[in-house]
């Protein structure tokens, strides 16, 4: 079936920094979506993307829905302590039945 | 106001128990979702239900039977619980016109003993 990879698995960074993680699938996606995960609630939609190609931003988050249709990234900048959570990225293939198939998860720290 | 809401919040319970899973959500969504959450994060489609029809039931034990009274609620039973069902389960939601952009409910973690 279909899969995706995101990458890093997790990461720890100093305040202020920029964050970047993406996404890759051996097949080709319709709809990327960026979703985040606070500890103990369930994932909140961050970003959705449509078209390859397309960029689209929220806030400090800028994500990307990649031209090959195969891949998306997040980028997070000047990371802030509340931006500590899960990331996940979910792609959706050609049937129009709402199945999503989530990424690994990154788990991002934030050093105050 | 909660968009999504599930009872209970934890549940812990015996092997062979049956046990069920409340889901509820007041965004007039016409497309009601359950998910399971591993131990790895990892979280997986289990079932999804348009309008009270059944539209993805991916390779589940027949133990899970969802059911939906009305649009507005998906609830989950579980039959003679197992370790491995231990989880976290999250319902979600989402429009007919845009079934991507899925609403969560905050999970229920679930523990066989």
């Known amino acids: 079936g279909q899969q995706l990879n995101q990458s890093p698995q997790s990461m720890f960074i100093q305040e202020g920094e920029d964050v970047s993680m993406n996404c890759t699938s051996s097949?080709?996606?319709?709809?990327w979506l960026w979703y985040k995960q606070d500890p103990g609630e369930g994932p909140v939609l961050l970003i959705a993307?449509?078209?390859?190609?397309e960029l689209t931003s929220n806030g400090r988050l800028t994500a990307q829905f990649g031209i090959t249709r195969k891949d998306s990234f997040l980028n997070i900048s000047a990371s802030i302590p509340s931006d500590v959570g899960i990331y996940f990225c979910?792609?959706?293939?050609?049937?129009?039945?709402?199945?999503?198939?989530f990424g690994q998860g990154t788990t991002l720290q934030v050093k105050p | 106001d909660t968009a999504v809401s599930q009872t209970p919040k934890y549940l812990v319970t015996q092997m062979g128990n049956d046990k069920s899973i409340k889901c509820e959500q007041n965004?007039?969504?016409?497309?009601m979702y359950w998910y399971k959450q591993d131990s790895k994060k990892f979280l997986k489609i289990m079932f999804s239900?348009?309008?009270?029809?059944?539209?993805i039931n991916e390779t589940v034990p027949n133990r899970f039977s969802p059911k939906s009274p009305d649009k507005a609620h998906l609830n989950l039973h579980i039959n003679s619980l197992e370790l491995g069902d231990s989880a976290v389960y999250f319902c979600?939601?989402?429009?007919?016109?845009?079934?991507?952009?899925?609403?969560f409910g905050p999970g229920t973690r679930l523990t066989v003993t």
């Open positions: 979600a939601s989402s429009s007919r016109g845009n079934s991507y952009e899925q609403y």
């Open positions: 097949s080709i996606f319709n709809t």
């Open positions: 993307l449509y078209k390859a190609g």
């Open positions: 979910a792609g959706q293939g050609s049937s129009n039945t709402g199945k999503l198939i």
């Open positions: 965004l007039g969504h016409d497309t």
């Open positions: 239900y348009n309008n009270k029809e059944l539209i």
